[in-house]
Nanobody, 125 residues
Framework: QVQLVESGGGLVQTGGSLTLSCAAS????????LGWFRRAPGKEREFVAS????????LYADSVKGRFTISGDKANNTMALQMNSLKPEDTAEYFC??????????????????WGQGTQVTVSS
């Protein structure tokens, strides 16, 4: 059993930066994939970024590529999402999630078994 807790959300102006953190309790197997998803009001949950725990290979949604960076700290069982050049359309609730089997379809929320409670990010224009 894995529990995930996000932190670091808040209010920021357009062009600003925020770093989200995700702390995991329980064992994260090397084959796992950890990801960040977000859900804006009235929209479906969407993939943001993911990282393969064993290799550190990162994948990003086109909408955040070049602005967001995902990283993992295996020693401390934490994951971070550095968000730069934030835009109003990045406003959403952000969730970290874990897929114990690193499914090939990394952008599909249903492949992730464990989820955090979410942290709100609001970007003002």
């Amino acid at each position: 059993q894995v529990q995930l807790v996000e932190s670091g959300g808040g209010l920021v102006q357009t062009g600003g930066s925020l770093t989200l953190s995700c702390a995991a309790s329980g064992r994260i197997f090397d084959d796992s994939r950890l990801g960040w998803f977000r859900r804006a009001p009235g929209k479906e949950r969407e993939f943001v970024a993911s990282i393969r725990w064993t290799t550190g290979m990162a994948l990003y949604a086109d909408s955040v590529k070049g602005r967001f960076t995902i990283s993992g700290d295996k020693a401390n069982n934490t994951m971070a999402l550095q968000m730069n050049s934030l835009k109003p359309e990045d406003t959403a609730e952000y969730f970290c999630a874990l897929d114990p089997y690193a499914a090939a379809v990394y952008w599909r929320p249903s492949n992730y078994r464990y989820w955090g409670q979410g942290t709100q990010v609001t970007v003002s224009s």
